[in-house]
T-cell receptor, first 108, second 113 residues
Framework: DAKTTQPPSMDCAEGRAANLPCNHS???????VYWYRQIHSQGPQYIIHGLKNNETNEMASLIITEDRKSSTLILPHATLRDTAVYYCTTNSGYALNFGKGTSLLVTP | EAEVAQSPRYKITEKSQAVAFWCDPI?????LYWYRQILGQGPELLVQFQDESVVDDSQLPKDRFSAERLKGVDSTLKIQPAELGDSAMYLC???????????FGDGTRLSIL
């Protein structure tokens, strides 16, 4: 199973872009990269996923390096409601392999 | 609000007691997962169902935990007897098919006294 490594915490000013990095150097060719976020006392919320191409949806953009060993989640205009723990995961065997995530604090 | 329904939201019980959690996935989702999340950690898979069949229960402590999805729709996770170390958030997730994005419920927070 691919392991992911994320910084434990990050800060971002409201209105600025939040760029959250993730290392997944042992990812195999058929594993997708998934990003979820979790607000205190709620279940994880799906954000975006990708295999090797960059992806964008209404919530965020996902940039995956060409060698697929790392990725970056971009929240283009962070708001206070984006304060949460962000998990980068892979899906070896379809189950998600969560690490400890990055605690993102968006400040006014 | 989460579309995957879980109940109860909170459960407090004494060790050695039995406890059960219920999950109703998103309609039409064939794949259902149970995860356990200890405070400060990411969720860890306990068991995965495809329809009514168990696909992966390698991380389920089978001496005390059981899970079923008899009609391939809703599911129940049971612990008997509960131990102090079982205190955690128990999350249910579902996906249309394996490999599709999983959608989580808001979980059941279990406290063992």
């Amino acid at each position: 199973d691919a392991k992911t490594t994320q910084p434990p915490s990050m800060d971002c000013a409201e209105g600025r872009a939040a760029n959250l990095p993730c290392n997944h150097s042992t990812i195999s060719g058929n594993e997708y990269v998934y990003w979820y976020r979790q607000i205190h006392s709620q279940g994880p919320q799906y954000i975006i996923h990708g295999l090797k191409n960059n992806e964008t949806n209404e919530m965020a953009s996902l940039i995956i390096t060409e060698d697929r060993k790392s990725s970056t989640l971009i929240l283009p205009h962070a708001t206070l409601r984006d304060t949460a723990v962000y998990y980068c995961t892979t899906n070896s065997g379809y189950a998600l392999n969560f690490g400890k995530g990055t605690s993102l604090l968006v400040t006014p | 609000e989460a579309e995957v329904a879980q109940s109860p939201r909170y459960k407090i019980t004494e060790k050695s007691q039995a406890v059960a959690f219920w999950c109703d996935p998103i309609s039409g989702h064939a794949t259902l997962y149970w995860y356990r999340q200890i405070l400060g950690q990411g969720p860890e898979l306990l068991v995965q169902f495809q329809d009514e069949s168990v696909v992966d229960d390698s991380q389920l402590p089978k001496d005390r935990f059981s899970a079923e999805r008899l009609k391939g729709v809703d599911s129940t996770l049971k612990i008997q007897p509960a131990e102090l170390g079982d205190s955690a958030m128990y999350l249910c997730a579902s996906s249309l098919t394996p490999g599709q994005p999983q959608h989580f419920g808001d979980g059941t927070r279990l406290s063992i006294l």
